[in-house]
């Protein structure tokens, strides 16, 4: 692993004052998602990961807006940070050293705003969030919000196909870890007064809304659920085919990512109906492992590793105990 002053010199970052930003940016990243920043620091290349952290934690900082403190603040602590970031844009500079990282970055690698804009545009329905009535709503949020903050955390990956070829893979990509998300946050979600899973996935399984919230396991919501992950799990597979649309360097970085949302949906398989009830969190041992994997496997474009026997084990071992759960 190269140090962080090596990342900073082989990315480009000349001055004190952008070093600063940039290391300002990874050390939010660090806090915020902590196996994701160890993964970058580990097998991204080093001239990838300044402009990396920059984008990531200009995402997460906007999530965080939208989805932490008093509901009824949320949509006016948002605009005052959309009027923060437009303003960057139009100027190129800022006070918020997040938003100055990511100018630097933008500057360095000649992006242009349009992602970004595109970003806070969609996100703009996260604060007062209403839910999905439908599939095409769900559809809508994956390419106006999921979609814009994937590119623009990619940016710095070189493509060796045209870009709308790129973007075609990184939107199934964005299907995929965008509804395995909404899985492994349901129970928070669902604390948080919000459901993200279209209502009309709902009706077709015959759960209600309260059927979530009270963590009931009927027949209704294990097939909700399963449904979910299975839909997730296809796209994130079909998306595996990025591996082969970047150079080798950057391959390990990709298939962490993949493997960990996938990883994720082996978790939400073993819960079943308790991820209802109760968060669900990365395995750190499972991480590092995947981790190692992803190192090992360097430029290879093979499909990321499947769970093995034992992992399937542990999965049905799970929805053994979750059956046996008086709590239900």
Not at 11 to 26: I, M, N
Not at 119 to 128: C, Q, T, V
Not at 272 to 286: L, Q, S
Request: net charge positive; aromatic share 6%.
């Amino acid at each position: 692993m190269r140090s962080w002053r090596g990342c900073l010199d082989a990315a480009g970052v000349r001055g004190d004052a952008a070093r600063t930003d940039f290391s300002a940016a990874g050390r939010f990243f660090r806090r915020r998602e902590f196996v994701s920043w160890g993964a970058v620091r580990l097998v991204a290349p080093p001239e990838s990961q300044p402009h990396a952290m920059a984008a990531v934690a200009l995402v997460c900082y906007t999530d965080d807006i939208c989805d932490r403190g008093p509901v009824e603040e949320r949509a006016r602590r948002f605009e005052e940070w959309a009027g923060h970031v437009r303003n960057a844009l139009d100027t190129g500079q800022s006070k918020h050293r997040l938003l100055r990282a990511y100018l630097h970055s933008a500057g360095l690698l000649n992006l242009s705003r349009t992602w970004l804009d595109s970003y806070m545009a969609g996100i703009r329905i996260d604060p007062e969030f209403p839910g999905f009535p439908q599939e095409a709503d769900c559809q809508r949020y994956i390419e106006t919000v999921t979609l814009p903050a994937l590119v623009l955390c990619t940016a710095a990956v070189p493509r060796l196909v045209p870009e709308q070829v790129f973007s075609s893979s990184c939107r199934l990509l964005a299907d995929g870890t965008q509804r395995a998300d909404f899985l492994t946050d349901l129970f928070e979600d669902l604390r948080d007064g919000r459901l993200f899973l279209p209502v009309a996935d709902l009706e077709r399984h015959g759960v209600t809304r309260t059927d979530l919230l009270e963590g009931r396991d009927t027949p209704g919501v294990r097939a909700l659920l399963s449904a979910t992950e299975k839909s997730a799990r296809v796209s994130i597979v079909e998306s595996e085919r990025i591996l082969g649309q970047v150079p080798p360097g950057y391959r390990p970085i990709l298939r962490f990512l993949i493997g960990l949302y996938l990883s994720r949906l082996d978790d939400v398989v073993a819960l079943g109906a308790a991820a209802t009830r109760r968060p669900c969190r990365d395995r750190p041992v499972a991480s590092v492992s995947l981790l190692l994997r992803s190192l090992c496997a360097g430029g290879d474009t093979g499909p990321v590793a499947r769970p093995t026997g034992r992992n399937r084990g542990r999965a049905r071992r799970g929805q053994e105990h979750a059956a046996a759960d008086p709590g239900r």
